[in-house]
C-alpha cells in the first residue's frame, strides 16, 4: 500500500476510521501485497474485533483498490519542478484582446415573453420579464401588484420593521394581512395607536428583538438599517433570525454614490450661502453601494434575489433649470403631492441619467432576499 493517508482517508469515508480495522488492515497490506484483498479484509476483522458480510468486504476491497489506482494515475504524470503550479483562473483564452473602452450598459430585453394562464406562475419571474410583459401590455403594474400581495395574505405573518409613519403598516391591514408593526420611536407608535388602535404596532429595538425564532414568512425594512450608526450586522442578523426558513427580506439602504454626495454637498453649499455656520460633524446616515448591501446581507445567511436602484427624487429635479414651470422655486411638500415634475430638459437629462448609471443617480438601493429554507 504506497499511500497510508489516502488508505486512511478512504477508511473514514466508509466510517471506520474510529475502528482498529484501518491500522490493522495497512499493516497486512505493508507485507509485499499491492492490492489489498478479501482475505486481508477478513484478518483484519480478527484483529479489530468486527465482523463483515461477503458483499461488505467485497465492497470494502473494490473502493480501497480503486482508490489507490487513481492515485498511481495521478503520480504517473511527470511534473517539472519549473512547472508553476495553478493558483490563478483567467478565463479569458490565450491571444484574446478585449476591448478597452468604457460603454453604456445596455441589457437585453427579453423576447417572446407571454402571460401565463394563472399570473402567479410569474411570480419568481426576474424583473426583466415582468418589465416586458408590462411594456408589451399584456399585465397592467396593478395586477403584478395585487399578485404579490395575494401571496403575502396567504403566505403568513408579516414584520414591517420601521414601520414611522405607518403608510404601508395601514395599507396592508386595511386589506386583511396579518401584519405587525414595529418602530423604535415611542411617539410615532402612540400616534399610531391613536390614529387606529386596532393597529398591531409596538415599540421595538431590531438589534433586540422580542419575537421567537421563525416567527414570521415576510420582513419589510424600508429606511431602517441606514439610520443605525451602531449595531448594523446584529440589525440584519436578529432579521434572519425571526424570519422563517424560506422567508423573504424587502429592504432599503441609502445608496452610497454620485447622487447622494451631490444632495449633501448641495444642502452644505445652500446653508453656506444663506451664512448658516458650519455644524459639528455628526451622524446622520449611512451610506452603501450596491456590492456593500449584498455582501452585508449575504455574510448573515441571505440568499440575494433581486436588487433594485429606486430613485424618490430624480436628480435633475434639484436643480431650478430642469424643473417644470410650476416648480421652479423648491418646495418639497408640494413636490411630494404633485409629483416631482420636470421641464423638457429635466426630462431629457433624468432618461439620459437613468439609462446609463442607474445606480449612480438612485436614492436607495432595494433588495430581495430570501433566508434559506
Request: with cysteine; glycine share 6%; proline share 5%.
Amino acid at each position: 500500500m504506497k499511500d497510508r493517508r489516502a488508505f486512511l482517508a478512504y477508511c473514514a469515508t466508509v466510517g471506520l476510521g474510529g475502528t482498529l480495522l484501518p491500522g490493522a488492515l495497512l499493516a497486512l497490506s505493508r507485507q509485499g501485497q499491492d492490492r489489498v484483498t478479501a482475505a486481508m479484509v477478513q484478518q483484519a476483522e480478527q484483529i479489530a474485533g468486527l465482523e463483515f458480510t461477503d458483499q461488505e468486504r467485497e465492497n470494502l476491497v473494490r473502493g480501497l483498490n480503486g482508490n489507490l489506482r487513481n492515485y498511481e494515475q495521478i503520480r504517473a504524470v511527470q511534473v517539472a519542478n519549473d512547472v508553476p503550479p495553478a493558483v490563478q483562473f483567467d478565463p479569458v483564452l490565450p491571444g484574446t484582446v478585449l476591448p478597452a473602452e468604457r460603454r453604456a450598459f445596455r441589457y437585453t430585453r427579453e423576447r417572446g415573453v407571454r402571460r401565463p394562464a394563472n399570473l402567479e406562475a410569474a411570480a419568481f419571474w426576474p424583473v426583466t420579464r415582468l418589465a416586458e410583459l408590462v411594456r408589451t401590455r399584456q399585465v397592467r403594474p396593478s395586477e403584478l401588484t395585487r399578485m404579490y400581495l395575494d401571496r403575502l395574505k396567504r403566505h403568513g405573518p408579516i414584520l414591517e420593521a420601521g414601520c414611522g409613519a405607518g403608510r404601508l403598516l395601514r395599507f396592508y391591514k386595511q386589506r386583511g394581512y396579518d401584519i405587525i408593526g414595529m418602530d423604535y420611536i415611542d411617539d410615532a407608535v402612540a400616534k399610531l395607536k391613536v390614529a387606529d388602535p386596532e393597529l398591531r404596532v409596538e415599540t421595538g429595538d431590531i438589534t433586540q428583538l422580542r419575537y421567537p425564532d421563525c416567527s414570521f414568512s415576510y420582513v419589510l425594512a424600508f429606511g431602517l438599517y441606514h439610520n443605525l450608526e451602531q449595531g448594523l450586522d446584529l440589525a440584519v442578523q436578529e432579521t434572519c433570525r425571526v424570519l422563517k426558513p424560506g422567508g423573504w427580506l424587502c429592504a432599503s439602504f441609502r445608496a452610497d454614490n454620485l447622487q447622494t454626495r451631490l444632495t449633501d454637498w448641495l444642502a452644505e453649499h445652500r446653508a453656506r450661502n444663506k451664512g448658516v455656520a458650519a455644524a459639528p460633524a455628526r451622524f446622520h446616515k449611512l451610506n452603501l453601494t450596491k456590492a456593500e448591501f449584498r455582501h452585508l446581507l449575504e455574510r448573515h445567511g441571505f440568499v440575494i434575489d433581486q436588487v433594485f436602484p429606486v430613485e424618490n427624487m430624480p436628480l435633475p429635479y434639484k436643480f431650478s433649470c430642469c424643473r417644470s414651470r410650476g416648480h421652479k422655486i423648491f418646495n418639497e411638500a408640494k413636490a411630494r403631492t404633485e409629483g416631482y415634475r420636470l421641464s423638457r430638459l429635466g426630462s431629457v437629462v433624468q432618461k439620459l441619467l437613468i439609462t446609463c448609471l442607474p445606480y449612480q443617480i438612485c436614492n436607495v438601493i432595494v433588495i430581495i432576499a430570501r433566508r434559506p429554507a
